[in-house]
Nanobody
Framework: QVQLVESGGGLVQPGGSLRLSCTAS????????ITWFRQAPGKEREGLSC????????YYADSVKGRFTVSRNNATKTIYLQMNALKSEDTAVYYC???????????????????????WGQGTQVTVSS
């Protein structure tokens, strides 16, 4: 059974940092690209960052480029999202996702939640507030 479990969310002050984790089980995550999304209340789900397998590329949305860094540890089946210089507008539920078409590389449509993704975690809440 494919499972993705996010953790690491919480309350942080503006300018602070958090590291989110996405732990995979039930499939060989080392063969799949993984994407981080977020969804704020009343807003559409937004693709933030995608990481391919090995050195097959990392991609970022303009809204987080230079502040967020995605990485992975295939030995522990964990994908990370390091978030720095957090802003109030980063407040959202954060999800990791993958799907059957996500083998090896991030597709050009990686930021589109309606395409490519059949597996989602339950999400972790990030709140940026003073």
């Amino acid at each position: 059974q494919v499972q993705l479990v996010e953790s690491g969310g919480g309350l942080v002050q503006p300018g602070g940092s958090l590291r989110l984790s996405c732990t995979a089980s039930g499939f060989s995550v080392r063969f799949y690209a993984i994407t981080w999304f977020r969804q704020a209340p009343g807003k559409e789900r937004e693709g933030l960052s995608c990481i391919g397998v090995s050195d097959r590329g990392t991609y970022y949305a303009d809204s987080v480029k230079g502040r967020f860094t995605v990485s992975r540890n295939n030995a522990t089946k964990t994908i990370y999202l390091q978030m720095n210089a957090l802003k109030s507008e980063d407040t959202a539920v954060y999800y990791c996702a993958t799907g059957g078409s996500m083998t090896y590389n991030c597709p050009t449509s990686w930021a589109e939640p309606e395409i490519n993704y059949g597996y989602w975690g339950q999400g972790t809440q990030v709140t940026v507030s003073s």
